[in-house]
């Protein structure tokens, strides 16, 4: 069961993945990591341990005058190179259009930092943070779904909820959600394998 992994940062959750398949808690394996930046610490982890990476720089393309679309659809058709079974976002912080999906010949599921219909787009944690302390919610989490065209509003796979603690920094409660984030990005791929099967 082969997956594509997308990142832009430190890639603990691509590192999640890569310890539960070594764990052999999850049967699959990552064909390619592919990031954006050139100097995404998940890259090294992906080199570590001898996983075929792909370094697909936005700027330069544009630079060069191809569109956006043609970046996504280009994207689209090296991941498809690697015929994987299921695409995984773990922190990929570019949008994803419609021309990637068009193209892509694979599911493609996003982990986002909030709950289902919350705090879509970017620094959801943070915002989350805020309004805990504004004291209009009591709780946030982490979610991993489907991609559609629309932003962070797929069907939902799975989903954690993480509650604030009274006077607990946004450090301490961003280490939380990074924990859940990492259970549940192993739970989401083992569904769908599950449900494929
Ligand atoms: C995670 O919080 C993810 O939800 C968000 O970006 C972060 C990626 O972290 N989209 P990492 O690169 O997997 O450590």
């Given at each position: 069961?082969a997956?594509?992994?997308?990142?832009?940062?430190?890639?603990s959750?691509?590192?999640?993945?890569?310890d539960a398949?070594?764990?052999?808690?999850?049967?699959?394996q990552?064909?390619c990591?592919?990031?954006?930046?050139r100097?995404?610490?998940?890259?090294?982890?992906a080199?570590?341990a001898s996983?075929?990476?792909?370094?697909?720089?936005l700027?330069?393309?544009?630079?060069?005058g191809?569109?956006?679309?043609?970046?996504?659809?280009?994207?689209?058709?090296v991941i498809?190179?690697?015929?994987?079974d299921?695409?995984?976002?773990?922190?990929?912080?570019?949008?994803?259009?419609?021309?990637?999906?068009?193209?892509?010949q694979a599911p493609?599921?996003?982990?986002?930092?909030?709950?289902?219909g919350?705090?879509?787009?970017t620094h959801?944690?943070?915002?989350?943070?805020e309004?805990?302390q504004r004291?209009?919610?009591?709780?946030s989490?982490?979610?991993?779904?489907?991609?559609?065209?629309?932003?962070?509003?797929?069907?939902?796979?799975t989903?954690?909820?993480?509650?604030?603690?009274?006077g607990?920094?946004?450090?301490?409660?961003?280490?939380?959600?990074?924990?859940?984030?990492?259970?549940?990005?192993?739970e989401?791929?083992r569904?769908?394998?599950l449900?494929?099967?």
């Open positions: 069961y997956l594509v992994v997308l990142v832009s940062g430190s890639g959750n691509l590192q999640a993945i890569m398949i070594a764990g052999g808690t999850l049967d699959a990552i064909a990591v592919v990031s954006n930046k100097k995404a610490y998940a890259l090294e982890r080199e570590n996983i075929p990476t792909h370094v697909a720089p700027k330069p393309y544009l630079r060069e191809h569109t956006r679309e043609q970046y996504d659809v280009d994207l689209a058709q498809n190179g690697y015929a994987p299921l695409i995984v976002l773990a922190g990929w912080m570019h949008i994803v259009s419609a021309a990637f999906l068009d193209v892509i493609v599921i996003n982990l986002h930092p909030a709950l289902p919350t705090f879509p787009g959801a944690i943070e915002r989350a943070y309004a805990f004291g209009e919610i009591s709780q989490g982490c979610m991993v779904h489907h991609v559609i065209p629309e932003i962070d509003a797929g069907e939902v796979i989903q954690a909820i993480v509650p604030f603690t009274a607990e920094s946004l450090d301490d409660y961003e280490t939380r959600i990074h924990a859940a984030e990492h259970r549940i990005i192993v989401a791929v569904q769908i394998q449900a494929k099967a």
